[in-house]
Each structure stands twice: as structure tokens, then as C-alpha cells.
């Protein structure tokens, strides 16, 4: 079983940056894709940094050139780097873990609220 734990959010101004991080329980890169995800509350989860085969990245239109995801092996964590924040960045972040085999659950972070405000 896998535990995620969310941290870095807070309030932050038009332009500023933050880092989420993403602490997972025991190393699980080998077993599990990461990525991030946010909800606006009445919408859709959507993904905001996906990982993928050979290392790849996904990220849509919205955020393309602002956010970058990251990982450091040797802590366990996944990192998602904002920059150049925007009011329509507001929401709970989510932090996924996927099985990269078929069998096996799906694993959510409890969420962090970012709230982008002059």
C-alpha cells in the first residue's frame, strides 16, 4: 500500500512561485508513475504533470513553460516547481501514484490548497 503525503501550498501573489512536494512511503518509482493533478471544487480533477515511458513529460496548454515535475530517488518524493503563478492556478493539488502494472491501485495524496490572490 502506498501513502502520499502533499506539502508547499499556501497563498501566494501573481507571478510568484511555489514547490509542492509529494513524500511517498518506501521507494515506489520502479512500481508507480507519478503526476499531479488539481481540482477546482464543482470541476474536474485535471492533470496538470504527468510522467510517462522513457521519462517523458505531459503537460497541458495552461501550464506548459510554468510547471515542471520532478523526483529525488532518495527521498521518496515528487516535486511539482510553479512559476510565473496565476489566479486561474487556484486549487487543491493533488499528488498520484499509478501502478505500472495493470493490476493494482490507484494511490491520492490528501491534497494541498494553492490560492494564487493580489
Known amino acids: 500500500q502506498v501513502q502520499l503525503v502533499e506539502s508547499g501550498g499556501g497563498l501566494v501573489q501573481p507571478g510568484g512561485s511555489l514547490r509542492l512536494s509529494c513524500a511517498a512511503s518506501?521507494?515506489?518509482?520502479?512500481?508507480?508513475?507519478m503526476g499531479w493533478y488539481r481540482q477546482v471544487p464543482g470541476e474536474q480533477r485535471e492533470l496538470v504533470a504527468g510522467?510517462?515511458?522513457?521519462?517523458?513529460?505531459n503537460y497541458p496548454d495552461s501550464v506548459k513553460g510554468r510547471f515542471s515535475i520532478s523526483r529525488d530517488n532518495a527521498k521518496n518524493t515528487v516535486y511539482l516547481q510553479m512559476n510565473n503563478l496565476k489566479p486561474e492556478d487556484t486549487a487543491v493539488y493533488y499528488c498520484?501514484?499509478?501502478?505500472?502494472?495493470?493490476?493494482?491501485?490507484?494511490?491520492w495524496g490528501q491534497g494541498t490548497q494553492v490560492t494564487v490572490s493580489s
Open positions: 518506501g521507494s515506489i518509482f520502479s512500481r508507480y508513475v
Open positions: 510522467t510517462g515511458i522513457g521519462g517523458r513529460t
Open positions: 498520484h501514484a499509478h501502478p505500472r502494472l495493470a493490476l493494482g491501485n490507484d494511490y
